[in-house]
């Protein structure tokens, strides 16, 4: 019964500082959004025609998020009743707009006036013998141009 309820609280601790932990990372992420509203992003392919470009330079930006305890508890959980497994998602929310923003600073910093054929990549790091995830790698890649 002991061991139960320091389970309880360990998991009502992992909850609170997880969930003010994603709250405060989406909060930076938006004030960096705004501050960037100028950079112009481009998905297309390299058979669209690219502005007046004197110089190119490819960028990257890339991160690891990891899953708090709570997270993990929880999507084993649902992963033993099946179906699909949300709690992740803001992870991966997260990693793909913190990819990007760090490609587009990078870009911003060295001069472009916008940035094509953006890609990203994202790879699932797994623990426990790949029973869970407790890691996101996300890279966002595109070429700068000025």
């Known amino acids: 019964m ?3 309820i320091i389970f309880a609280i ?5 909850y609170f500082f997880g969930a003010r932990t994603e ?5 930076q992420l938006q004030k960096r959004e705004q501050a960037i509203h100028g950079l112009m992003l481009s998905t297309a392919g390299a058979k669209v ?4 470009a004197h110089q190119a330079q490819l960028f990257t930006g890339s991160v690891v998020i990891s899953s708090d305890f709570f997270k993990t508890f929880i ?7 099946g179906g699909r497994i949300t709690v992740y998602e803001s992870l991966l929310e997260r990693g793909r707009r913190e990819a990007i923003l760090r490609m587009e600073e990078s870009a911003l ?6 940035v094509v054929n953006i890609r990203i990549q994202t790879a699932e790091l797994s623990g426990n013998n790949g029973k869970g995830v407790i890691a996101l790698e996300v890279i966002a890649y595109g070429t700068g141009v000025r």
Not at 10 to 14: A, C, F, H, N
Not at 23 to 27: P, S
Not at 49 to 52: G, M, N, T, Y
């Open 2 to 4: 002991d061991s139960l």
């Open 10 to 14: 360990l998991l009502g601790i992992g």
């Open 23 to 27: 709250e405060q990372h989406f909060r």
């Open 49 to 52: 025609a690219l502005p007046k």
């Open 75 to 81: 999507a084993g959980v649902l992963n033993f009743f």
């Open 109 to 114: 910093a060295w001069g472009a006036d916008q």
